[in-house]
Structures are given as C-alpha cells and as structure tokens.
C-alpha cells in the first residue's frame, strides 16, 4: 500500500523561528513529491519536486527532495503569523490522472 | 472565473439519509476529482475522472457512487449515510498533464458533512 508520512504531526514555534517539516513516502511508481498549504479551507499549491537534491526556493519556504533515502523537507525560515497552517505532503504516481497520495498533515502555529 | 465551486458547504444528515454534492469548474478541466478530509488527517481520493463518461475509483470509494455526464459536472452520491462519512469533501480539477509536467490541482472551497 502506498503511504506517506509526515513528522512533526503539530508544532508551535514563536515569530521568528525557523522550521523543518519532514515527509518520507514508501510508494510504487513515484513520479513527484508535492507541497501543498492548507489554511481555513482548500489547500494551495507550493512546490513540486522530482529530482533529488535540487532546491525549490520562494520567499522564505524552501524544500528539496532525497529520492534515495524516499524524504522530503520543507523549511521556512523567519516565520510569520500567517504561516500558521496545515502542511500537506502529497506523492504524486506513474499511473494517469495525476493521483496524489496525501500524508496526514503537519500544523503548524506561529506565536507572536 | 469561479475556479471550482461546490455546494453546499455545510450539511447534517442523519443515518440512512441520501444527498449529492455537487462539484462544478469552469476552467475546462479534464480531470476532476473528489477527496475526503478526517480530522486531522490528510486528504484520500475517493474518486475520479479523466472526461466526461469516464470514472474510477480512489483509495476510499465505498459507500460513494460518482458521475460525469459534463465536463463541468463531477457530483458525488451519498446513498446511505453513515456516522463514518462524516468528512470535509473536497473536490479538485487539472488539466492533464504530459509525463514530466504536472498540471496543479485546483480545490473547491469544501462540504462539511456530518451524519448523526
């Protein structure tokens, strides 16, 4: 079964802070590794990985993949208040649609 | 635009009851899909679709039934509501993409439904 996890599930930092959320996957037929910020509602699209040890960089979020160890990190430097939110890792497959596998999300609270 | 747009974005049932979502994009995507969203979890693919006529199931399909008459169209069928259904619904589209690209998934802003 195809799976993602993500580590740490919930933290709390102050403004100002840097942080590393973590996503390792165990999947058939990886294509991509995606992230994705989730607010009130929907969640919107930040980075789309597919080779290892290239960074992908806006603004003070960052992220790079490891297709060897099967991880990814997204690191946000300098945090916000309105960088709280769910952080969604998602694997995207070989097979058609474009079928994202979801991990279960870290939240992520910024304290003034 | 509208981008994709559902209705509706609260509704309580009770066991047994039946109801549709309905998911609608203007964007003439191709793919549509719908998702589910526990609390505190990530999102699992019910179902979904490459065009119109076209379904297949995701990782969660039971108790769920789909259609796509239009492209526009994606609704998604409750038959018999239960307690273990109670969810934020998400529906998404994309364009489809060609084997290195990836076409971002535009999400509706949710359903929340809870089953008594």
């Known amino acids: 079964e195809d799976k993602v996890v993500q580590s740490p599930l919930s933290l709390v930092v102050h403004e100002g802070d840097t942080v590393t959320l973590n996503c390792s996957y165990e999947?058939?037929?990886?294509?991509?590794l995606l992230w994705y910020k989730q607010e009130k509602k929907a969640p919107t699209f930040l980075f789309m990985l597919?080779?290892?040890?290239i960074e992908k960089k806006s603004g003070r979020l960052s992220s790079i993949l490891d297709k060897k160890e099967l991880f990814s990190i997204l690191n946000i430097t300098a945090t916000q208040t309105g960088d709280s939110a769910i952080y969604l890792c998602?694997?995207?497959?070989?097979?058609?649609?474009?079928?994202?596998?979801f991990g279960q999300g870290t939240r992520l609270t910024i304290n003034p | 635009n509208a981008g994709v747009t559902q209705t509706p974005k609260f509704r309580i049932l009770k066991i047994g009851q039946s109801m549709t979502l309905q998911c609608t994009q203007d964007?003439?995507?191709?793919?549509m899909y719908w998702y589910r969203q526990d609390p505190g979890m990530g999102l699992k693919l019910i179902y979904y679709?490459?065009?119109?006529?076209?379904?297949d199931k995701g990782e969660v399909p039971n108790g769920y039934n789909v259609s796509r008459s239009t492209t526009e169209d994606f609704p998604l069928r409750l038959e018999l509501a239960a307690p273990s259904q109670t969810s934020v619904y998400f529906c998404?589209?994309?364009?489809?993409?060609?084997?290195?690209?990836?076409?971002?998934?535009?999400f509706g802003p949710g359903t929340r439904l809870t089953v008594l």
């Open positions: 998404a589209s994309s364009y489809p993409g060609q084997f290195d690209s990836y076409n971002e998934q535009f």
């Open positions: 999947v058939t037929n990886f294509r991509s």
């Open positions: 597919t080779s290892s040890g």
């Open positions: 998602a694997v995207r497959l070989i097979q058609g649609a474009q079928k994202l596998v």
């Open positions: 964007m003439n995507h191709n793919y």
């Open positions: 679709s490459v065009g119109a006529g076209i379904t």
